[in-house]
Nanobody, 129 residues
Framework: EVQLVESGGGLVQVGGSLRLSCAAS????????IGWFRQAPGKEREEVSL????????YYADSVKGRFTVSNDSTKKSAFLQMDSLKPEDTAVYYC??????????????????????WGQGTQVTVSS
C-alpha cells in the first residue's frame, strides 16, 4: 500500500517562501511520479506540479510557473515543493499524490486527480496580506 505524508505547511506573509515535503512509502516501481495539488475553500482541487522519479518529466500549472520549484530525492522516496513569491491566492490545502508506475507517455494526464494511486492527508498553506 502506498502511503504519503506531507509536511512543511504554515502561515507566511505575501512574498514569502515555504518548502513542502512529501515522504512516500510502499512504492513498487523504479519509475513513479509525485504530483502536487491544492484545494482552496469552496474550490475544486487543482493541479500544481509533478515530477517523475527519474526527473525526466516535470510539469507546472501556469499559475505557479516561475515561482514554485519541484524536486525529488528518489533514494529517499521523497519529493519537495519550494514555493517562493507566495500570493494570497496560493492559500489552500496542499496534497501530494503518487502515480506508480509512471510513464512519460502519460503527458498532460498528470493534471487529472483520477490518475493518482494514492494521496497524502494534506498540509495547510496560508498566505497573509
Amino acid at each position: 500500500e502506498v502511503q504519503l505524508v506531507e509536511s512543511g505547511g504554515g502561515l507566511v506573509q505575501v512574498g514569502g517562501s515555504l518548502r513542502l515535503s512529501c515522504a512516500a512509502s510502499g512504492l513498487t516501481n523504479d519509475t513513479y511520479a509525485i504530483g502536487w495539488f491544492r484545494q482552496a475553500p469552496g474550490k475544486e482541487r487543482e493541479e500544481v506540479s509533478l515530477i517523475s522519479s527519474d526527473n525526466k518529466d516535470i510539469y507546472y500549472a501556469d499559475s505557479v510557473k516561475g515561482r514554485f520549484t519541484v524536486s525529488n530525492d528518489s533514494t529517499k522516496k521523497s519529493a519537495f515543493l519550494q514555493m517562493d513569491s507566495l500570493k494570497p491566492e496560493d492559500t489552500a490545502v496542499y496534497y501530494c499524490a503518487a502515480v506508480d508506475p509512471w510513464s512519460s507517455t502519460y503527458g498532460s494526464t498528470w493534471m487529472r486527480p483520477a490518475m493518482y494511486d494514492a494521496w497524502g492527508q494534506g498540509t495547510q498553506v496560508t498566505v497573509s496580506s
